[in-house]
């Protein structure tokens, strides 16, 4: 059972650019989480999606930032006009069918803003 | 969620045990206790967790108190790749979201 993948895995992206990150979820898995981590920082929750919902996205900057879990297809989170703050990894996490399921998380993605 | 409290460093000789503990106070009687790893900015690996019963598996031992406030995840016979930070999160039974802290830099020497 191959485990939640994210691609790409290092981007790179000149400041006003957009950035998009993409997750595919373990296999079963119907619940997609992402987290960011700032250098030198702990992770912080970004947002919880089902398919096709937004579940929360209390952690989500207001401006520029967004996700998606499509019907068909993997998770995105989208940057708009990226600024070198949003330099930082990016990790998307999975769980099976309850959100108080164990969440397992991908490799992340490294997003280096220039 | 309730907050932990955890050493922010620890050492441990290879194939020694390793004992990270975790301070958890406020703990309510529907949370979990959830550990999680993070080697080298890798993403987090999913250890182990349980409620109040000591839990076991391939990975590691959790230990909670009767009175729930502390725990300590027990890695039985470390090696250098154990070396990493590990999280004690507390995570209320529906709850989507994992709260991390800052964690314990744990380093495994030969």
């Known amino acids: 059972n191959a485990g939640v993948m994210q691609n790409p895995r290092h981007l790179v992206r000149r400041r006003g650019q957009e950035a998009r990150l993409r997750c595919s979820p373990m296999?079963?898995?119907?619940?997609v989480y992402w987290y960011r981590q700032l250098p030198e920082e702990g992770l912080k929750f970004m947002v919880y999606?089902?398919?096709?919902?937004?579940?929360?996205e209390s952690g989500m900057p207001k401006e520029r930032f967004s996700a998606e879990f499509p019907k068909e297809g993997p998770s995105i989170l989208r940057i708009q006009q990226v600024v070198r703050g949003d330099s930082a990894a990016y990790f998307c996490?999975?769980?099976?069918?309850?959100?108080?399921?164990?969440?397992?998380f991908g490799p992340g993605t490294r997003l280096t803003v220039l | 969620d309730a907050k932990t409290t955890q050493p922010p460093s620890m050492d441990c000789a290879e194939g020694r045990a390793a004992n990270l503990p975790c301070n958890h106070s406020?703990?309510?009687?529907?949370?979990?206790v959830y550990w999680y790893r993070q080697i080298h900015s890798q993403g987090p690996q999913y250890i182990i967790h349980?409620?109040?019963n000591n839990e076991t598996n391939e990975m590691a031992s959790l230990i909670i108190t009767e009175d729930r406030k502390s725990s300590t995840l027990i890695l039985p016979h470390a090696t250098l790749r154990d070396t990493a930070v590990y999280y004690c999160?507390?995570?209320?039974?529906?709850?989507?979201?994992?709260?991390f802290g800052k964690g314990t830099k744990l380093t495994v020497n030969p």
């Open positions: 349980g409620l109040k």
């Open positions: 999606l089902q398919k096709e919902n937004i579940i929360d």
């Open positions: 999160i507390v995570r209320r039974g529906g709850s989507e979201k994992l709260v």
């Open positions: 996490a999975s769980s099976p069918t309850l959100p108080k399921d164990t969440q397992y």
């Open positions: 406020t703990i309510s009687g529907n949370e979990y």
């Open positions: 296999k079963g898995h119907s619940h």
